[in-house]
């Protein structure tokens, strides 16, 4: 098993452009998340999905909205990046509520 | 989900065990105890969980007092492998989507 991927590994956005962060995982897990981590901080949650077709509001949602269209794939979408939004990205993947499983992060500038 | 309190930062000799507490004061009778830790710019990593009983992996033991309000994740033999911040959650299993982070205590191992 893979695992959960993400990708791009790095990015570099000028400011107003949008992108789609990607993350697949291949564990048949049933809940995805995604988060952003600022440089020293912790982890924020932006949005979760318990399962295909529904997603749910996280801690900072603002900027961003992503799709659960399969179980595998949860991708993350910019519209409108902002300075604000450069970050690390983790996407994780569980089954129901137990142990988490972490991709290794996009690196996200936006300049 | 309940709060849990970490002290920020802590050190501990190489090759000497790591004790890391956690007060979770709050937490309610269906809430597991879960640490997870991140090693720098990297996805965190599950490391154990437990409800009452105390546990131990290959990873670390969790002990979990009686009356559950606090636990203590125990690194045996510390490396320097296991300088990273270590994050402790209680989350109930089943019925609980979210997964949110605290700040965790970084745990610097000195040679």
């Known amino acids: 098993n893979a695992g959960v991927t993400q990708t791009p590994k790095f990015r570099i956005l000028k400011i107003g452009q949008s992108m789609t962060l990607q993350c697949t995982q291949d564990m048949n897990h049933n809940y995805m998340y995604w988060y952003r981590q600022d440089p020293g901080m912790g982890l924020k949650l932006i949005y979760y999905s318990v399962g295909a077709g529904i997603t749910d509001k996280g801690e900072v949602p603002n900027g961003y909205n992503v799709s659960r269209s399969t179980t595998e794939d949860f991708p993350l979408r910019l519209e409108l990046a902002a300075p604000s939004q450069t970050s690390v990205y983790f996407c994780?993947?569980?089954?129901?509520?137990?142990?988490?499983?972490f991709g290794q992060g996009t690196r996200l500038t936006v300049v | 989900d309940a709060k849990t309190t970490q002290p920020p930062s802590m050190d501990c000799a190489e090759g000497r065990a790591a004790n890391l507490p956690c007060n979770h004061s709050t937490i309610s009778g269906n809430e597991y105890v879960y640490w997870y830790r991140q090693i720098h710019s990297q996805g965190p990593q599950y490391i154990i969980h437990g409800l009452k009983n105390n546990e131990t992996n290959e990873m670390a033991s969790l002990i979990i007092t009686e009356d559950r309000k606090s636990s203590t994740l125990i690194l045996p033999h510390a490396t320097l492998r296991d300088t990273a911040v270590y994050y402790c959650?209680?989350?109930?299993?089943?019925?609980?989507?979210?997964?949110?982070f605290g700040t965790g205590t970084r745990l610097t191992i000195i040679p």
């Open positions: 959650i209680v989350r109930a299993n089943f019925g609980n989507e979210k997964l949110t």
């Open positions: 994780a993947s569980s089954y129901m509520d137990t142990e988490a499983f």
